[in-house]
């Protein structure tokens, strides 16, 4: 039996393709499960929150996920929220949630925010990332 996965997916608003992306290809993975707990782009919280808010609605999410997946562009250093969240992700737990960089599809460079907090840098391609998930999901 399959289990399913439940995942933070963290990314920026500001390149919503790779987010789309990245969740197509796990959506039409052959007996790979997963919810997805990120925070929606149409959130009341996320258009309209405060940062302390946000921060809240951030933690009661990752609180529910196994796995903590951040797409690695070069924005990734920069975001404020990424950055939030890593910070949430590592220290806001008992046991901290397991983060995977995903390196984004055709570059080579990785955030380097994203590099230090990793257990794995997965690349861009179906089986990499789904085994990422697989490897390092605390269920």
Excluded at 47 to 56: A, F, H, M, R, Y
Excluded at 82 to 103: C, D, H, V, Y
Excluded at 108 to 129: F, G, H, M, P, R
Aim: positive net charge.
């Amino acid at each position: 039996m399959t289990k399913t996965h439940n995942l933070f997916i963290s990314h920026s608003w500001q390149y919503p393709n790779a987010y789309d992306s990245l969740c197509n290809l796990l959506n039409n993975r052959d007996y790979f499960y997963y919810n997805n707990y990120s925070v929606p782009k149409d959130d009341p919280v996320h258009t309209n929150g405060t940062d302390k808010e946000l921060t809240e609605a951030i933690y009661n999410r990752l609180r529910l996920c196994h796995v903590v997946l951040i797409l690695g562009g070069v924005y990734s250093t920069y975001s404020k929220w990424i950055n939030k969240e890593i910070t949430i992700a590592n220290n806001k737990f008992l046991i901290p949630k397991p983060i995977i960089g995903i390196k984004p599809r055709g570059q080579v460079n990785v955030s380097s925010v994203v590099q230090d907090n990793a257990l794995k840098i997965a690349n861009w391609n179906t089986e990499s990332i789904v085994t990422a998930i697989r490897n390092h999901s605390k269920t």
